[in-house]
């Protein structure tokens, strides 16, 4: 069985009847709703968005069962999770972020750079995370200028180094 998918992460609280902020990382904002119970990673709790709003950059929603202040503070930071097979299939050049974890990561030049660890985003845009055989994590912005090809059918991505990395600086 294929691993769960992050589609949320639940913030601060939201007034004193227990809502919550709603980060979803959904291309539908709402659709987290259609999912049916949401999930914490190991399945140990399940919730189910009742009500949700937009807010400016998050939805604020009710979650079934959280009716005071406390239990919704006691929430932030939580990811909620649903099964891959919930999600809606991709098209031939889609892909889910969590498709790319464990991918290997080539350069241009078909060279080894190591293997896809992470997707994150920050707030400024999405970030790819490659670790190498040896040395530090390498952090790069998932643009389609730095990651040109995404073969997930192949098993690997292809990366446009940078020239401060690559060691091609000009004189």
């Not at 992460?9 to 919550?20: E, K, L």
């Not at 929603?61 to 929430?75: H, M, N, S």
């Not at 498709?99 to 750079?113: K, Y």
Request: net charge negative; charged share 20%.
């Amino acid at each position: 069985m294929a691993a769960p998918i992050c589609v949320a992460r639940i913030g601060a609280a939201h007034g004193v009847r227990g809502a919550v902020k709603l980060w979803t990382f959904t291309q539908d904002p709402f659709a987290v709703k259609a999912y049916g119970p949401l999930t914490t990673k190991d399945g140990a709790r399940q919730f189910e968005v009742t009500q949700a709003r937009e807010a400016k950059d998050h939805l604020v929603a009710t979650l079934k069962g959280v009716t005071t202040r406390e239990e919704a503070e006691r929430l932030n930071g939580l990811e909620l999770y649903v099964a891959r097979e919930t999600l809606p299939a991709t098209d031939e050049d889609e892909y889910y972020h969590a498709d790319l974890i464990g991918l290997a990561a080539m350069t241009t030049a078909d060279a080894p750079l190591g293997r896809v660890v992470a997707i994150h985003n920050f707030g400024a845009g999405d970030i790819i995370e490659i670790a190498p055989p040896h040395g530090a994590t390498i952090l790069l912005p998932f643009t389609n200028a730095v990651v040109p090809t995404v073969d997930v059918a192949g098993g690997r991505v292809v990366i446009e180094l940078p020239a401060e990395i690559d060691g091609d600086d000009p004189p």
